[in-house]
């Protein structure tokens, strides 16, 4: 099992910047990949950036140049730098985990199938 934690949502004026943390605990076998997600207001949920245990990344292209996903191993915490900062980033973001399988199922984090969600922050950004 995993528990996944997280904070650091609120609200900014477009162009700000915010960052997310997702605490993590549990079986580490089970959050080789790790990834940010969010759901907007009548949207379906979308992944927005993804990482495994050896650092690789991906993000969706609508926030490449401006989100950064990092992850302290020791410590097992997911972050996520967003900068430049637009009304359409606004959403309840979401930290997921999922295990070494799961990115080898898939072929990749991206892909992976993630059981184990936290609760959500809200990211609101107004014009």
């Known amino acids: 099992q995993v528990q996944l934690v997280e904070s650091g949502g609120g609200s900014v004026q477009a162009g700000g910047s915010l960052r997310l943390s997702c605490a993590a605990s549990?079986?580490?076998?089970?959050?080789?990949?790790m990834g940010w997600f969010r759901q907007g207001p009548g949207e379906e949920r979308e992944g927005v950036a993804h990482i495994d245990n050896a650092g690789r990344t991906n993000y969706a292209d609508s926030v490449k140049g401006r989100f950064t996903i990092s992850k302290d191993n020791t410590k097992n915490i997911l972050s996520l730098e967003m900068n430049s900062l637009r009304p359409g980033d606004t959403a309840m973001y979401y930290c997921a985990a999922a295990s070494v399988r799961a990115y080898i199922t898939a072929g990749g984090c991206r892909s992976a199938r993630y059981p184990y969600w936290g609760q959500g922050t809200q990211v609101t950004v107004s014009s």
């Open positions: 549990g079986n580490r076998d089970n959050m080789y990949c």
